[in-house]
């Protein structure tokens, strides 16, 4: 497996309460990702990074923010939770080799906004 | 911007069927294409991957060619198995290091 650690893997939280996911790696890559997987909609990017303090907005980036102060650890913040966010969170991490390399993915984490 | 499409699912199909999950994509350049696949309650595996045209991933006996001129990205199997049920995801690579998937496909396998 690669050396990919989400937490928590799930939470509960109330409307309006901010949350931290956060992303650990063991494995020095570059690249890192955030995901939400919701029924219908597949995978959407959240944001994702390409090296220590570089970020970049994905599709559905509107109500979040990431950070990402040391190459091992990327963390995403819901600075207000909603219901709307209620879903499963995925993080990837990929190496740097061009297009030759592929993601991996971690357990994810189920968070309920409530 | 890019994007990929898959088929709707579920698919539901009997053991030793032979099995296609169409996906195509749009995008700028040659991008890599991948198959990702997840069982319940795991995240995504990588299932096989093409880094270019007329390349053909293959593992587990899923096969998958990339075709530029129908910007197509197929998963195929010949004779799909019980452990076979998840659900897949189509993906591509691009340019800017994002990597964008399809909405998935349900698998069902019967005995």
């Known amino acids: 497996d690669a050396g990919i650690t989400q937490s928590p893997r799930h939470k509960v939280t109330e409307t309006g309460t901010p949350v931290t996911l956060r992303c650990h790696q063991t494995?020095?890559?570059?690249?890192m990702y955030w995901y939400r997987q919701d029924p219908g909609h597949g995978l959407r990017l959240i944001h994702y990074?390409?090296?220590?303090?570089?970020?970049d907005k994905g599709e559905v980036s509107d109500g979040y923010s990431v950070s990402r102060s040391k190459t091992e650890d990327f963390l995403l913040t819901l600075e207000s939770a909603t219901s709307s966010q209620t879903s499963v969170y995925f993080c990837?991490?990929?190496?740097?080799?061009?297009?030759?390399?592929?993601?991996?993915f971690g357990q994810g984490t189920r968070l309920t906004v409530v | 911007g890019n994007s990929v499409t898959q088929m709707e699912g579920p698919v539901t199909l009997s053991e030793e069927a032979f099995l296609t999950i169409n996906c195509t994509y749009t995008?700028?350049?040659?991008?890599?294409l991948f198959w990702y696949v997840q069982y319940p309650g795991e995240g995504l595996q990588l299932l096989l991957k093409?880094?270019?045209?007329?390349d053909k991933g293959s593992n587990k006996g899923f096969e998958a060619t990339y075709r530029k001129e129908t910007t197509s990205f197929h998963l195929e199997k010949g004779s799909v198995q019980v452990s076979d049920s998840a659900v897949y995801f189509c993906?591509?690579?691009?340019?800017?290091?994002?990597?964008?998937f399809g909405k998935g496909t349900r698998l069902h396998i019967l005995p």
């Open positions: 990837a991490i990929r190496s740097l080799g061009g297009t030759n390399t592929e993601a991996f």
């Open positions: 494995e020095n890559h570059r690249y």
């Open positions: 990074s390409y090296g220590v303090k570089d970020t």
């Open positions: 995008a700028t350049g040659y991008p890599s």
């Open positions: 093409a880094t270019k045209a007329d």
């Open positions: 993906a591509l690579l691009e340019i800017d290091d994002k990597i964008i």
